[in-house]
């Protein structure tokens, strides 16, 4: 059913697209998640000293390449959204699905690491600091898979010019995507 | 008695709908407002059925119980989970934030829908079902979750202990999706009363109300991230045998209480601010007085959510905290009674020297100001640490925060409801069947919980399910009569709702014109749409001059001047 916009969406009292105004409320309440979950496993991590031992199995490098991978695919992102602004919305959607082949390499690299692990028998109920491993890192994962999927939706609209403004929207929600793995990689894999 | 006549008041660009597509896959605010409405008010009804079940087997111990049957203390302890989750997830959140804040925020602001309609439509959608997986828990095999609406572990952590693997699982998937639904509606609020104000609207001319449920809203989403993680690790606890908060293997079930009162405290207020609100719309128009100190009350708004992130562990004071902890919440929580004390003071400040009407909604709009300040007072006894260790988890804390969430979600739903009937269809309650409604439910109300004042500071614990199991506890004096009494004062508050019922139906079935669109003379954006607002609600979008409460200013006829009467219609008229 197609829908006419309302009013209310045109409008813009507070200065900013709705859109853009949306998207930052929604990221705050996602910081919040997160947060809650770090500062969780900030707390424990302090209070278990020998947690350090289990982190040492972490594959410090495979983290690295991952950090690498979705950090050059926030710079196709940010080319999406100069692209978008210039109205070329081929352009912006060919970014757009560069962005998604690097979100995809990075679920590549992190189902081998996580096979590699479960194997040696490092499994979600190991221990505590495995809990949070996989809840962290998994919950991340299911960010990138949904930041993935909205990309695709965007970018198809963008490819035929249509709704080129949400290309900075999603571009906004796959920087976020980032900056949490950018406090993921170290709690989870560097600190020992 | 639904808005039948919507399809009439269109102005164009929209087709006529089903039945189907007009109240279940509409995007319309009201109509969405009116689905949370009513499904939060058939939840409260089995939360009611609940609290009746309960209630019985407390006054009378072991014996059947009609309409339930026997209960066993597995049923006992799920029906009281389930009483407490529904009134406030089910009930409370659903009516008082998204019900009426559907409702009022785009009439209000004066714009046409919400700034996305069918994200509005999803958030609705979401709940329904996270309402069906609730009311479902129930009748999986082991029964509904019965660990308290807190949920402690390693009580719900472990179905060993909880004896309900598939209730306690299904429970915590419905409040996750529960969080989801209102998370997507309150990014609308908010995103809503920024953005699309009606031109010339500035930030002070907002109806207070509004204010209110933004921030609500804005509390709910800066707080309930941390449970939302909590509640995925606990899901995975329960069901994949982890150890977050098992402390065999290195995790803290403390931990989960931090989680949950995080956002647990900050909630009280989520749900108390629309309900402030509207009490304060409500006094305003019918004192036909200015809202006294309008600022002043927006910044005790935004102190209470502020200070409401710093308080939780006073629910955590005997639970093994450290307590030097507990002298620093001891003093956070002392002094969030300071703006939420102030707020009252300012309606009372507004009802000096007005000219009072006690309609319907304005008796339940000063009895909500009365009957909630009870439970602030109270709440200073608990959140002082050293008197709370004695409190903690007897009647006395039942009976505070029943005096709290009473107010704010059943005296809150019936002022909102009663004020903004006329605006929603059309046509005026019956007034004496009203105030019959309001009195009894309110003496009902009351000798419920004061009772449980009394039982609470004598020693009564909160978790006993059968009281003849504890000799002293049931022939200590008048404990178990007092015990009788609440539940008679039960009976008689649901069997007042049976006035509320034929009041709906006596005004559904009665043959009254069109109540116009301002019924109370109110000066606020939705009383100048009419009753019941159409499609797009306002015949012609409006512009705001003025802020939502001058009533009364001397040197008018009229008492009211709506906030869309342009300065010089008087000396054209």
Redesign the interface.
Known sequence: MA??K????L????G?P?GR??MW??L??????????L??YI??RN??P??AIEAANTNTLAGAINTFVLLTSSLSAVLAHQAAQTGNGKRAARFLWLTILGACMFLVIKSFEWTHEIQLGFT??K???W??YY?AAG?HAAHVIAGSIAMGVVAVDAAKGKELQRVEYVGIYWHFVDVVWIFLFPLLYIAK | MSATDHAHDDHG?HEQQNFFLKYFWS?DHKIIAQQYMWTGVFMALIGGFLAYAFRMQLAFPGKFIPGFGYMSSLEYNAAVTNHGTIMIFWFAMPVLIAAFGNLLI?LMVG????????INRLSYQVFLISAVILVSSFFVKGGGFNGAWTAYPPLSANSDYNMAPAGSSLWLIAVALEFVAF?LG???F???A????APG?RMWDVPIVVWMIVVASILF??????????A??LL?DQN?????FNPE????PI?WQ??FW?FGHPEVYVVLLPAMGMSGEIIATFSRKKLFAYKTLLYTVFATGIISFFVWAHHQFIAGIDPRMANVFTVTTLIISVPIAEMCFLYIATLYGGSIRLKVPMLWGLAFVAEFLLGGVTGIFLGASGADIYFHDTYFVVAHFHYTFVPIAIIGFFMGFTYWFPKMYGKMLNETLGKIHFWITILGFNMIFIPLFFTGMWGDHRRIYNYSHFPDLVKNGIMQDLRIMATVGLLIMLSAQVIFLMNLIKTALSKQENCGPNPWKSNTLEWTAPSPPGH?NFAV?PTVYRGPYEYSLPDRESDFWPQSEPPDADKQA
């Open positions: 829908h006419a309302p009013i209310a969406t409008r813009t009292a507070a900013v709705v105004l949306a409320w929604l705050a309440s996602e910081i919040v998640i997160f947060g809650g979950l500062v969780g707390i424990h209070g278990h020998e947690w979600l109920t221990s505590g600091f809990s949070f809840c919950l | 660009h995007t785009p714009c046409d829908d919400m700034v996305f309609p069918r998370l309150g990014i609308n908010i995103v809503t920024m953005s699309s104000r609207m989403m800066l707080s309930v991230g941390p449970l939302f993680a909590g995925v690790m995975f994949f045998g982890t150890y977050f293997r290195g995790g803290d931990l931090h989680l995080f797009g979008m």
